[in-house]
């Protein structure tokens, strides 16, 4: 005979939504604490899906990823171009290629998004993702010589 268990998450679902929210998306744990059989313990989770009500906006369902603040591990982080580059405004087209790269390291490591200046670039350059400046203990995965951004040359 198989022992049936049953667990209930209790809490505000206005909080939670919020809260779960404000942190999706973004490389950032949260501490679960679990009660079993009067011993509580933490785990260290992210979430990968949350699944909203689109009229109450609540939460429907939230996907938590146990995960270890010691080991490194792979994520995808977005980058957000910044500043106007130099061969815009001298008549050339920018290239978003990639808004995204993936990066190895440890949670507490891993920033929630890389910004990347654009300004000096001037027509006919690229920026390749081994140019992204990434911080100490965080390496590339995505392939270094892959394009993110581009700047064309002017039409003649």
Sequence with gaps: ?????????ECNTKD????????HRKNA???LEIDEDGKKTVRHVITREIQTDPVQDTVLHADFYEVSLDKPMEFQVP???VGKAKG?????????????????????DIPDLIEVDVAPLDRGATLTCKDLGLSAGV?????PDT??????????
Excluded: P, R
């Design 29 to 31: 744990f949260i501490n």
């Design 16 to 23: 939670l939504t919020q809260g779960l929210l404000s942190i």
């Design 79 to 81: 980058l957000k171009y």
């Design 1 to 9: 005979m198989s022992k049936t268990e049953i667990s209930i998450l």
């Design 139 to 143: 390496s590339l995965v995505t392939n």
């Design 88 to 108: 815009v405004d001298l008549g050339g087209d920018m290239t978003i290629v990639k808004n995204k790269v993936t990066v190895s390291g440890k949670l507490l």
């Design 147 to 156: 394009v993110c951004v581009s700047i064309s040359a002017a039409a003649e």
